[in-house]
């Protein structure tokens, strides 16, 4: 399976800046999504992340707070912008997708916004 | 879209009981199951997952989960668990993107 580096690991942000977090894989991969983990919850999708367009966002998120870049099939970043206290989270890229596929998760990054 | 509930939030049980914790998703085609557990302070891992054939899947740890077509299930069994698998596990399911439940938070007696 594909590994996957994600940097940084952890960040202590002001509000009202923005931080851009990057996901590294080992191989191409088709499918690429970023994830958040809010404090005591589950996994929540943000968006695929798509070689050569634009990101598909899900409910609730949009481009112009998360906005992300798919330079190639090995790479992309998540950008947290305009940051306060509410997007402290730990934020994931994964890769896989497809049936009879596998996921692979990156380590996180740890978020908090003062 | 597919969507992944799991029927309980928080269960404590003491050592050596047996755990069943429930799942079910809801996609009419073909999807890709899963069970991941978070150790406190530690990544997301994988426990096991189904794709297709036996379903009855055993997984790391001891556990196991069976997928039940006809009743869109796929619940995780451990016949008896340890102090050590307190933690927190998701259930999720995948077509393109891995949907994920919302956790059920297991305590383990001493």
């Known amino acids: 399976s594909a590994v996957i580096s994600q940097k940084p690991s952890r960040d202590i942000c002001q509000r009202g800046t923005s931080l851009t977090i990057q996901c590294q894989v080992d191989?191409?991969?088709?499918?690429m999504f970023w994830y958040r983990q809010q404090p005591g919850q589950s996994l929540t999708l943000i968006a695929t992340?798509?070689?050569?367009?634009?990101?598909?966002?899900e409910s609730g998120f949009v481009i112009d707070k998360f906005p992300i870049s798919r330079p190639n099939l090995t790479f992309s970043t998540l950008t947290v912008s305009n940051m306060s206290p509410e997007d402290s989270s730990i934020y994931l890229c994964s890769v896989g997708g497809g049936i009879n596929y596998g996921y692979t998760f990156g380590s996180g990054t740890r978020l908090t916004v003062v | 879209a597919q969507s992944v509930s799991q029927h309980n939030h928080h269960v404590i049980l003491s050592e050596a009981a047996s755990l069943e914790l429930g799942c079910n998703y809801s996609?009419?085609?073909?999807?890709?199951l899963f069970w991941y557990v978070q150790y406190p302070g530690q990544h997301l891992q994988l426990l096991l997952k189904?794709?297709?054939?036996?379903?009855l899947v055993k997984g790391i740890k001891g556990f196991e989960a069976e997928f039940i077509k006809s009743k869109f299930s796929f619940n995780l069994r451990k016949p008896s668990v340890q102090w050590s698998d307190t933690a927190e596990y998701f259930c999720?399911?995948?077509?393109?993107?891995?949907?994920f439940g919302k956790g059920t938070r297991l305590h383990i007696l001493p």
């Open positions: 996609y009419g085609g073909t999807v890709n």
């Open positions: 189904y794709f297709s054939g036996d379903p």
């Open positions: 191989s191409q991969v088709t499918m």
């Open positions: 992340a798509n070689q050569g367009s634009e990101a598909t966002y």
């Open positions: 999720a399911a995948a077509v393109r993107e891995i949907i």
